[in-house]
């Protein structure tokens, strides 16, 4: 299962929260540069610009 989201603070934490995988979809909330932001304590499984890029990212092992 893979929690699918836009925002890092609330998606992604939630999906690390349930023990999902997750994937942060850069096209909302949050860009690249708060991503990467050494000051972030949440770090996405995977992460895109499009959310179309899921059925790439899932089949890749």
């Known amino acids: 299962m893979c929690m699918v989201g836009d925002r890092l603070d609330t998606d992604v934490l939630f999906g690390q929260n349930a023990g999902c995988k997750t994937l942060l979809v850069l096209s909302g909330c949050t860009s690249e540069s708060n991503l990467l932001d050494e000051n972030s304590k949440i ?4 992460y895109t610009s499009m959310v179309s890029d899921i059925t790439k990212l899932m089949d890749s092992p």
Do not use: L
């Open 43 to 46: 770090e996405p499984d995977y």
